[in-house]
């Protein structure tokens, strides 16, 4: 099933480079409108929206497009710019490390952000963007938690006390949990102390006394036997 396109072009320099992202995605037999000309300004706002489109939103423009585009990324994909570098090596030598290129899931769908001309574009899309695109719409992240919302980082904090509070209970001594599992009927303690009050066991502490808690947990093992 060909993957759906939607192309932004921020400033009217970046028409030509639009222009030519359209003609590669339609020569591949996929769909995309024609451009939608933007200021930088309204560059976030439509970012945002563009979470809701199960597709491959493709922006257009100076340098000035990365920043806001990052900021939209849940994750950014970085081999695909340097994917990108080298394959833009080949046409215009060493100066190709310069070049940017900022791609990544973003809610629902795929956003990329390819500054520079016509020949750059073309590159990105046709050799990289459209053999990538099934595989980068896989796993799509959620639309209703963008990067930075707070009620995730609110969830992720609490998970983090709730392991830190856990980590820090002091463990019972064995004497007490011996006692506490006879009270009850059950098998408390440590694993040896559980294992003789199953078998029906007693421990003799006038001859074997408690020990120091790290030990007691493995030497009374001979109690056992």
Not at 9 to 33: E, F, G, H, L
Not at 44 to 58: D, N, S, W
């Amino acid at each position: 099933m060909p993957v759906p396109f939607q192309v932004l072009t921020v400033s009217t320099n970046a028409r030509v480079a639009a222009s030519a992202a359209v003609t590669a995605i339609r020569t591949a037999r996929c769909s995309a409108d024609q451009p939608v000309e933007l200021t930088l300004d309204e560059l976030p706002q439509h970012l945002a929206v563009a979470r809701q489109f199960h597709g491959v939103t493709v922006v257009c423009g100076s340098d000035a497009i990365l920043e806001p585009t990052r900021d939209q990324l849940d994750a950014e994909r970085v081999g695909v710019a340097e994917l990108y570098r080298h394959r833009l090596n080949a046409m215009i030598g060493p100066i190709a490390a310069l070049a940017e290129l900022a791609c990544g899931p973003c809610g629902q769908g795929v956003l990329v952000a390819v500054p520079g001309g016509p020949d750059h574009v073309k590159v990105a899309i046709e050799e990289l963007i459209l053999p990538l695109a099934p595989r980068l719409l896989q796993h799509p992240a959620s639309p209703t938690q963008p990067p930075g919302d707070p009620a995730a980082a609110i969830q992720r904090a609490a998970t983090s006390v709730d392991a830190a509070q856990i980590g820090s209970e002091p463990r019972p001594q064995p004497d007490q949990a011996r006692a506490g599992g006879e009270t009850s009927g059950g098998a408390g303690g440590s694993g040896w102390e559980a294992g003789l009050l199953a078998l029906r066991g007693t421990l003799d502490r006038a001859a074997f006394p408690p020990m120091p808690d790290r030990f007691e947990r493995l030497a009374p093992a001979r109690n056992v036997l």
